[in-house]
């Protein structure tokens, strides 16, 4: 086996500024009652701030710091949310609390080319998610958690226990129950490395109580099973993003909505599935008092096109006037479908000439809102003004066949809203007709229609669709053009 492992070294931070695009200071603060900085990115270390430093010291140094308390439940959603994306590369994947993700790669290598092509992938695609990782490979996936971690750049086809006995002694505290007693025995003793406590008589550490220690080396190397749970990915995606800062900026809510629809994108990977609809919620600051603003967002096709994605959502928060400073946003998707592999020309492809209609309706409905946009249908009714009806866009409905086919009489483009009546006898040419259509008894007299239709030539050389009431007075009226 051939496990990859990813390792956030500042999970606490990475999990508020992969959702905004400045570089306002920011640090995170943990432990009460003394509070002090665990996190700052570099824009706060600039100024001096620097992780173990307390709170009033990092605000005299930098008064206009933004300090926010640590989450770890989003620090768990998080590696979650990294585990689901990480699907489109394995479906073997485990998590490693609180700042890991493990990847058994071996058997998807020749998909992605080798080892070096897939480690440039999942990088490059972690950094769209808003994270950034250090991805290290080994046999084993203790080892490869140590090296991720402690170890530098090096080469992942060289031996593993040259690489391990490099490490510091402290790596052995990392997913392994190592406790501060067992490293400060043996950090008593002079030892500094892995290889150096590796080659210690096992029966002296066992005497002192470090059985943990010979247990964990073990497992790294690779001399007895080391089990992890395997990672279950949700049948329904739902990712959250806080902001660091409340914001009613467009660009801002496209950046970090941009990240969720990254994670999206590998949820959908691993299944080889698509949608037509998800749902972007904007969560107001709290002291707005105002209710969650939820987007339905249709694709218009089935699809896992996330530039479609983001063009849609990019409409819809344009047409919509936020009411407060949106404190986080929410990405929910389901009901996932097969998504057939997209046809192409063997030598020239689809060079998009053609068009998209999906997303050009998709894109009016999302500007002008779901009822400025509706299609025509036919329905099966003789009467002219009766013969169509509205329906929704791509509804089921409007590509049902017919029960009954309409007679194949001329009917014109263009109707008038109402018939509008014309002198009797018409002063145009009638050329055919006369056409009876008697119907709509079953609606009650108003709706009664008994007519004669004909398709007359006027004085300018257009046609137009005439008809004479049968029932008294017996009037002539236009009802339609053709031209």
Request: proline share 12%; glycine share 8%.
């Amino acid at each position: 086996m051939l496990w990859c492992a990813l390792y956030l070294p500042d999970l606490p931070l990475q999990v508020f500024t992969r959702g905004r695009s400045d570089a306002a200071p920011l640090a995170i603060l943990d432990g009460h009652p003394r509070r002090r900085v665990v996190a700052a990115d570099p824009a706060a270390m600039a100024r001096g701030v620097e992780p173990g430093i307390g709170r009033a010291s990092a605000l005299a140094i930098a008064p206009e710091l933004c300090l926010i308390d640590r989450q770890p439940a989003l620090e768990h959603a998080a590696l979650v949310d990294i585990a689901t994306w990480a699907g489109r590369f394995t479906p073997a994947i485990s998590l490693a609390a609180p700042n890991a993700v493990l990847l058994e790669v071996e058997a998807c290598l020749r998909l992605f080319g080798g080892l070096a092509p897939l480690s440039r992938q999942i990088i490059r695609e972690i950094e769209e998610l808003g994270f950034l990782a250090r991805l290290a490979i080994a046999q084993t996936p203790l080892a490869a958690r140590w090296l991720a971690r402690f170890g530098s750049d090096d080469d992942a086809s060289a031996p593993l226990a040259g690489r391990l006995d490099a490490l510091p002694l402290i790596a052995l505290a990392e997913g392994a129950p190592v406790g501060p007693d067992s490293l400060d025995l043996l950090t008593g003793t002079g030892h500094a490395t892995l290889g150096e406590v590796r080659r210690l008589p096992r029966h002296g550490l066992a005497r002192r109580h470090a059985q943990a220690v010979t247990n964990a080396i073990d497992r790294a190397y690779g001399h007895i099973p080391d089990p992890y749970p395997w990672f279950q990915p949700p049948e329904r995606y739902l990712s959250r993003l806080p902001l660091p800062t409340p914001s009613d900026q467009v660009e801002t809510l496209l950046f970090a909505a941009r990240r969720l629809l990254a994670g999206l994108a590998g949820w959908l990977d691993a299944r080889q599935a698509g949608i037509e609809r998800f749902t972007l919620v904007l969560e107001f600051e709290r002291n707005s008092r105002a209710p969650e603003a939820p987007f339905e967002i249709v694709l218009g096709t089935l699809s896992r096109d996330m530039q479609r994605c983001q063009l849609l959502a990019r409409e819809h928060l344009n047409r919509t006037p936020l009411p407060a400073p949106v404190d986080a946003l929410r990405l929910t998707a389901d009901e996932p479908r097969l998504l057939a592999p997209p046809d192409g020309d063997l030598f020239h492809g689809n060079d998009g000439q053609h068009g998209d209609p999906d997303l050009l309706l998709a894109t009016l409905r999302a500007r002008l809102g779901d009822r400025a946009v509706r299609c025509l249908a036919p329905q099966p009714d003789h009467r002219p003004e009766k013969a169509w009806r509205w329906v929704e866009p791509q509804h089921p409905e409007g590509c049902r066949p017919l029960p009954s086919p309409l007679p194949p009489s001329p009917r014109p483009l263009w109707l008038l809203p109402e018939p509008r009546p014309i002198p009797a006898p018409p002063p145009w040419t009638l050329l055919t007709g006369p056409e009876r259509i008697e119907s709509g008894w079953w609606d009650g007299p108003e709706a009664t229609v008994c007519r004669d239709y004909f398709v007359a030539r006027s004085q300018d050389g257009c046609l137009a669709w005439v008809f004479r009431d049968r029932a008294a007075p017996h009037g002539w009226y236009l009802h339609g053009h053709f031209a």
